[in-house]
């Protein structure tokens, strides 16, 4: 994973994005737009981006960094992204939405192929 150590040192330093992004998506993502902005670079940033690189496994990765936090996970592989739903669920997040989508980098595009949602209290909604 990268972008996560920027997620805790901010965390311990009491600042806290809306929200946290899981993503696998290759660049131009969502919250950099190609522009190379750096999220952590941000006072108090809207959504922190945390990629998840091909190695990664959600079973062996930490995600207490999200505790508390909305969760956004987007991934190419819907099996993958289901497992990344339940790790961050968890790991104590406060509610975690998963789409799954077939990406055409040609055409810098995207399909959605599967999505789930999940909020403490009221449970599974998708």
Aim: hydrophobic share 45%.
């Amino acid at each position: 994973m990268r972008g996560h150590e920027a997620l805790v040192d901010m965390r311990r330093r009491g600042v806290r994005p809306a929200a946290v992004w899981l993503t696998d998506i290759p660049p131009p993502r969502l919250l950099t737009g190609g522009a190379q902005r750096q999220w952590w670079a941000c006072a108090a940033p809207l959504a922190a981006e945390v990629y998840v690189e091909p190695g990664d496994a959600a079973a062996r990765s930490d995600l207490r960094f999200v505790i508390g936090m909305p969760v956004h996970v987007q991934m190419a592989d819907e099996h993958r992204m289901r497992a990344f739903v339940d790790a961050a669920r968890e790991a104590g997040a406060l509610a975690v939405y998963g789409s799954s989508h077939r990406f055409d980098q040609e055409r810098v595009e995207s399909t959605e192929v599967a999505f789930t949602a999940w909020e403490r209290g009221a449970g599974w909604l998708a």
